[in-house]
C-alpha cells in the first residue's frame, strides 16, 4: 500500500531524530535565559507552544515508523497520525505570538516620558523604565492593539479544529470522508500566516527594541507559507488510499512531504530557537 516505505522510513526517523534534538536544544536555551533573568513570562508562553509542537513531532515520527511496519491497514493510527500533523502546524504558528504580541503591545520606554503610565506599583514615579519592574506586569496595551491577537488565536484554534475533524473523518476503507473540513482548516493556516506577517511587520514599525527579531521572524514567513501550501495541496487532493495522491502523507510520494513540509518545519524550528537565544530583557526584579 505505501510507495518507497523505506524513503518514507528514513523520513519518519530523521524527523524523530531532529524533533528530539530540537527538544533538548530548547531545554539548554531556556535554562540559559531563565538563569539570565530575561523575561520569564515571554519564555513560559513559547516553552509551552514549541514544546508542545516538539513533542507532537517526535509522536508523529513514531506513529510514522509504527504505521510503516504494519502488516495491515490501521485506521486509527493513520488518524493519528494526521492529527498530530495538523496540530502540530496549529502550535508552529502560535510559538510566534509570544513574541509578535510583545513587540505590538510593549509600551515604549521612551514614550513614557511624554505620556506617562500610571502603574500599581507602589511608586509614584511615573517616569520609571517598564522593564525595571517587570515586563509582564507593566505592558502598556489597548483593546485596539489585543484585538488582532484575539482574533488570530481564534482563527488558529478554529483551523486545528477543522482539521482534526477532517482527520476523523478517515475510515476503514482508507478514505476521507471528511475533505472539506480539511480543506478550509489549510485555508484558513494560510490566511492567518498572512496575517501574522501584517502584524510582525506592524510590530517592527512600533518599537525599535525589537527590529532584530521581527527581522528573524518575518524570515520565516516564506517557509510557513510553503508549509501551509503544501497543506492546502494535500487537503484538496484528497485521502483515498487505494489511489493515493503524491502528496499525501506516508501513502504519497514522499519528496512533496520531504520538501515542502518537512524542511520547512526543521528551518522554523531553528529560526524560532536563533529567536529566542537572541531574544534579551534585563532582569526582572522579583
Known sequence: MVSNTTSWEIVAYVQLIF???MLIGLGVVVVQKWMKGTDRGIIKR???YFGIFTVLKVAGGICGIVLLHQSQYSSGLTMATYILDNVSL????KSVLPFL???VTEKDPEALVENPFKYDTGSEDQMMNVRNVGLGKLVGTTSKKNLPFRVLTLMITAAVICTIVGATGINSNGSNSGSSPMKAGSILFLVIIIFMAVLIAWGHSLNEDHRTMA??????IAFYIIRAVY???SSFAGINFENPSKFLLIFGEYQYYTFLAFLEECIISMILLVNLFVFHSPPVIQ
Do not use: T
Open 101 to 103: 504580541e510583545l513587540m
Open 46 to 48: 513559547f516553552v509551552g
Open 90 to 93: 496549529g502550535l508552529l504558528i
Open 19 to 21: 524533533f528530539a534534538i
Open 215 to 220: 527581522k528573524i521572524l518575518l524570515g520565516s
Open 231 to 233: 497543506s492546502i495541496l
